[in-house]
């Protein structure tokens, strides 16, 4: 299994880019979010990857960061979803609008992405609504965690720009309000709900900021 890759991007399509890791060819499948945050031909990327292997096809998956990649691996674990249908959820929503889309059971967001009609985003809501409090609480990305991309431009000799992955504004902040919130005894189904509306609607709070707003939401009405 193909984890991660760090190479050199030898091209760029619509929807794939080939990077060349010391002399070896790797064809990458990315969101088009992914893509478009990607550097250009020549520079050195660094991504999570996934393969898919079957009897006529075996493709790799890039993803910047975890939570997009366990996205990617949750979303296509639901019946009618695939490879394809699961790029297209995290291109229109990116991992941080599919936790809080799940999380909120809003079914809607989902069905914005191309291809994904009405039933299959009610069947992602329902079967990954439990899933959404382990997703949201990871954080990191590739280069931020290992400086992957970094170390690549020293080895590969490549005078391409260092960059690196931005991570979403307030993840970190979304996964210790959720760790808070289960310390106070608060279901992860219902946490979950609480600090992805919260972080949708103040996306640059700090943790203490997200814990307080969850609270208010999750307080009995009345």
């Not at 939570?67 to 979303?75: N, S």
């Not at 991992?95 to 079914?107: C, H, N, T």
């Not at 609607?201 to 900021?209: K, N």
């Amino acid at each position: 299994m193909i984890g991660k890759i760090t190479g050199r991007i030898d091209y760029r399509a619509p929807d794939h880019l080939l990077i060349d890791v010391r002399g070896v060819g790797y064809l990458v499948y990315c969101s088009d979010r992914t893509m478009a945050a990607l550097p250009g031909v020549g520079e050195v990327v660094a991504l999570f990857t996934d393969l898919v292997v079957r009897e006529d096809l075996m493709q790799l998956f890039g993803f910047q960061t975890l939570a997009e990649k366990e996205w990617h691996r949750l979303l296509t674990s639901v019946q009618g979803v695939g490879a394809k249908a699961s790029l297209a959820i995290l291109g229109a929503l990116g991992p941080d609008g599919v936790s809080r889309a799940i999380a909120l059971g809003d079914w809607n967001a989902v069905k914005v992405a191309k291809g994904v009609g009405p039933k299959i985003a009610q069947r992602v809501v329902l079967d990954l609504k439990d899933k959404a409090p382990g997703v949201m609480a990871m954080t990191g990305s590739l280069a931020e965690a290992h400086g992957e991309v970094e170390a690549a431009a020293e080895v590969i000799e490549t005078a391409a720009p260092k960059r690196r992955p931005v991570a979403p504004p307030n993840q970190s902040a979304q996964a210790e309000a959720l760790s808070a919130l289960g310390n106070l005894g608060y279901g992860p189904g219902d946490a979950a709900g609480a600090v992805a509306q919260a972080a949708g609607e103040m996306p640059e709070a700090d943790t203490p900021q997200l814990i307080r707003a969850a609270l208010k939401l999750l307080a009995p009405k009345g």
